[in-house]
């Protein structure tokens, strides 16, 4: 059984709005870390996606100031 807020690879990479492939890229980089592993499915923490999320969005606007 996995524990509530633990996301799959693939419901992360479509909350993110991303591809798989890209997420295992971020993750490789260590931009974002998951959290367990239960055979060969990977979870990630939803509180670790959000503060990602809120990292990237910041990088953006700094990035294009307006």
Same mark, same amino acid.
């Given at each position: 059984?996995?524990?509530?807020?633990?996301?799959?690879?693939?419901?992360?990479?479509?909350?993110?709005?991303?591809?798989?492939?890209?997420?295992?890229?971020?993750?490789?980089?260590?931009?974002?870390?998951?959290?367990?592993?239960?055979? %060969? !499915?990977?979870?990630?923490?939803?509180? #670790?996606?959000? /503060?990602?999320?809120? %990292? !990237?969005?910041?990088?953006?606007?700094? #990035?294009?100031? /307006?």
């Amino acid at each position: 059984m996995v524990e509530e807020g633990l996301l799959t690879s693939e419901a992360t990479a479509e909350y993110l709005g991303i591809t798989p492939n890209h997420l295992r890229q971020i993750q490789w980089r260590g931009a974002l870390k998951w959290k367990t592993k239960h055979g %060969n !499915r990977v979870y990630y923490a939803l509180a #670790d996606i959000e /503060e990602f999320q809120r %990292n !990237r969005k910041s990088r953006k606007k700094s #990035d294009n100031p /307006e």
